[in-house]
């Protein structure tokens, strides 16, 4: 068995030498307990907060401990009467090949007509993030515009997507024109912006002629400082998260208070979990949805349990497209 522990505290962009590869034992399961072999590892943003030694809403990775993330995974050896073999779990567990578990620590997934790497993205945590913060906070009524960053991404794609189905105009931004593209071609968007062209202040003028309504932030920083400008009276600003800054000391973030006055706008921090009363109807609702083929998703997937850190560090380079995940297993 191979685990990734977290060798040291990264300053900045987590270089190779934060993560430590080791041998281990796969611990024989006891009574009730099972085996899961990892098939699909997921890398998210927040686990660059967890890295750092800060009081947070999820608390710190320990050091040479395991790091650990949603992990979607098969089970190889049951001593669960609920369990058997070849069952497909997922839970938030070390990043190892194979895990010794109890059945709190993992829910078998609904269904395994999709996908598996959908678990990780439009149907787990990052598609309950867009539902329902888009949802419950943003609450985009027909014909409002909607505009939301990192909006090829996990939380971004499917945000803009709802936004659609409710009947809102939706701008999405991202970088490259690739991206960009596939905003409007794919997801099928209303305008696509990209932050890294020099133009991009004029050309997210040109796409909300109406302003805007409702803000999904995911980034922060100077984008959204662009966004700020363009905020009409009783804005909704569901703030998620703030990408840009992840890797710094300094706070970047938004200033953007003078405009909240101005505008009256509503903008509010939510984290996924208050949501959780409302998990189980929304899973049900993205799931009708990706049948009815009206939410798409992109995935991007790593080969080898080798590529975790690399692929982690895409998140904040931009070379994933859609959900980066990481493939450790073909079973
Ligand atoms: P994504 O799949 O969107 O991947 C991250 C993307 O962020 C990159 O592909 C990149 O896209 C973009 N990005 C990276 N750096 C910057 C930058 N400096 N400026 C602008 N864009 C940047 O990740 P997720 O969908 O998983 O997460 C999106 C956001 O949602 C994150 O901020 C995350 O922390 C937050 N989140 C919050 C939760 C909550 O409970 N509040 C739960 C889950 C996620 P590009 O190439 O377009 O730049």
Redesign the pocket.
């Known amino acids: 068995n191979e685990q990734i522990v977290l060798a040291e505290r990264p300053e900045g962009l987590p270089g190779d030498d934060v993560f430590r590869y080791e041998d281990v034992e796969t611990r024989e399961p006891g009574r009730d307990e099972m085996v899961i072999e990892s098939v699909y590892i997921s890398v ?3 686990m660059r907060g967890r890295m750092n030694d800060a009081k947070s809403y999820a608390k710190p990775f320990e050091l040479d401990k395991p790091i650990e993330s949603h992990i979607v995974g098969r089970v190889t050896e049951s001593n669960n009467d609920d369990f058997a073999e070849g069952d497909v779990v997922t839970g938030v567990l070390p990043w190892k090949k194979f895990n010794t578990v109890s059945e709190d620590a993992v829910n078998k997934v609904p269904s395994t007509d999709v996908p598996l790497h959908l678990y990780l ?1 439009t149907l787990g ?2 598609g309950q ?1 867009a539902y329902g ?1 888009l949802l419950n906070i943003g609450k985009p009524q027909e014909g409002e515009t909607v505009v939301v ?9 499917v945000v803009g997507q709802i936004a659609k189905i409710k009947g809102a105009r939706v701008v999405g ?4 024109t690739e ?1 960009v593209d596939y905003l409007t071609e794919t997801l099928g968007l209303d305008a696509g912006v990209d ?2 062209k020099d133009d991009f202040a004029e050309r997210l003028a040109e796409a909300v002629p109406d302003g805007i309504d409702v803000y999904f932030e ?4 100077t ?1 959204s400082d662009e966004v700020f400008n363009h905020l009409n009276t009783f804005a909704r600003v569901p ?6 800054s ?1 890797n710094s000391k300094e706070d970047n973030g938004p200033r953007v208070q003078q405009k909240l006055i101005k505008s009256q706008a509503l903008m509010q ?5 208050q949501f959780k009363d409302d998990f189980k109807d929304a899973s049900e609702q993205l799931a009708q949805w990706v049948q009815e083929g009206k939410v798409h998703s992109e995935v991007t997937i790593a080969e080898g349990f080798d590529r975790l850190p690399e692929a982690f560090r ?11 995940v990481v493939k450790v297993s073909d079973s």
């Open positions: 998210d943003p927040y993205s945590m990052p993030t913060g960053s990192a909006a090829s991404g996990a939380v971004g794609s931004i991202a970088g490259g991206k932050y890294k995911n980034v922060g920083g984008v703030v998620c998260g703030a990408i840009s992840y921090g939510f984290l996924v979990a895409n998140l904040f380079t931009g070379d994933n497209f859609g959900k980066q």
